[in-house]
């Protein structure tokens, strides 16, 4: 399965994608093989509230890069919705136009099914399709919250939606959002109010700028309409000038790379912990007597969950090693 991916067999990437996304054991050996071949590619992160416009520039993208020869993959992920068969059918709807493009692979990807949490499985279908050597590979994700902004860290340029009717970036200033966007895009600018948009994040960015960060990245704020096509060049050509700056300052892109490597492996570990936590999905034996006591009030529940820690994840490393 490693030779055919590696040969770009795009059925048996997605049958790879599928398992990483159950998060069995066995796709562990696979996944190391995988990450040695990567690299290469162009990850890029587009997200946004729901309805922004996300799906709509992700297919004018994947235009803009079919036409200068690139090959494409899209990862679609819905984090909110536990069955989201409609966004994702939408979603589908809106890249349709590429189905018939060998050169181009969409995969859309929910929560619902998902052991150890969707950034991770995120991660695993970026190690398999950096290695079937896509060019660019772009993920597009409602932006939202934390768990947004954990899939995002997949993304070495992350472009940050925004529309006049979503638009309030004092929100998503609040919500930590704005941080991590690397290109600012008010979408709908055929709809009244965005101006009043563009302005605000002009100001929140200038203030980024005041903090010290002159030299690094300069975030900029493209107008656009997805739906016509707008600005979309314009963008296109700044995710390329966000590849050409980490090129230029290769201190600056190994410091991202080791930082979002570094919650990688966070996210992994977490998940780790919490399979050998629950292991066993009641007491041991050993444990019986000690929630007894915790029961009777002799203990407290957090003593019980040191036991428990103490019992599964300590020692459970301690007995496989
Ligand atoms: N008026 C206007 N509508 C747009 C524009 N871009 C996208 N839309 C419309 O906005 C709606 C939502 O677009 P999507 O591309 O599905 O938005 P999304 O952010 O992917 O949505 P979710 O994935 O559901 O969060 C669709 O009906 C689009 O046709 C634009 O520039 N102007
Ligand atoms: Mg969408």
């Known amino acids: ?132 050597g896509w060019n660019v590979i772009l993920i597009e994700t409602v932006g939202v919250g934390q768990s947004e902004i954990d899939i995002v860290r997949h993304a070495a340029c992350v472009v940050l939606l925004q529309t006049a009717s979503s638009g309030d970036a004092v929100q998503m200033g609040k919500a930590g959002v704005l941080e991590i966007g690397d290109i600012f895009v008010v979408n709908k600018d055929d709809m009244s109010g965005s101006g009043r948009i563009v302005s605000a994040l002009n100001e929140m960015l200038g203030r980024r700028i005041d903090h010290g960060e002159i030299g690094r990245w300069q975030p900029t704020v493209v107008r656009a309409e997805a739906i016509t096509g707008k600005g979309v060049a314009e963008i296109a050509e700044l995710i390329g000038r966000r590849f050409d700056y980490l090129a230029d300052h290769p201190a600056a892109a190994r410091a991202q790379k080791i930082s979002q490597l570094h919650a990688r492996a966070m996210e992994i570990a977490e998940q780790m912990i919490g399979a050998r936590l629950c292991m066993e999905p009641g007491p041991g034996s050993s444990q019986a007597k000690l929630l007894v006591d915790v029961l009777e009030r002799k203990e407290d529940p957090y003593a019980y969950a040191e036991a428990l820690f103490h019992d599964r994840v300590e020692n459970g490393a301690r007995s496989s090693t």
Do not use: C
Request: a positive charge; zero cysteines; glycine letters at 14%.
């Open 1 to 132: 399965m490693v030779d055919a991916v590696l040969a770009r067999n795009t059925r048996v990437g997605a049958q790879l994608i599928t398992r990483a996304e159950s998060g069995t054991a066995a796709m562990r050996p696979v996944l190391q093989l995988l990450y040695k071949h990567g690299g290469g590619a162009r990850v890029v992160g587009i997200t946004g509230p729901p309805g922004s416009g996300k799906s709509t520039l992700v297919d004018q993208l994947i235009g803009w890069f079919r036409k200068r020869g690139l090959r494409i993959a899209v990862v679609a992920v819905d984090p909110s919705s536990p069955i989201s068969g409609g966004a994702l059918l939408g979603d589908r709807l809106r890249m349709s136009r590429h189905d018939g493009d060998p050169e181009v692979f969409i995969r859309s990807m929910a929560t619902r099914g998902l052991l150890g949490g969707l950034s991770k499985a995120v991660g695993d279908a970026v190690t398999i399709l950096d290695a079937m």
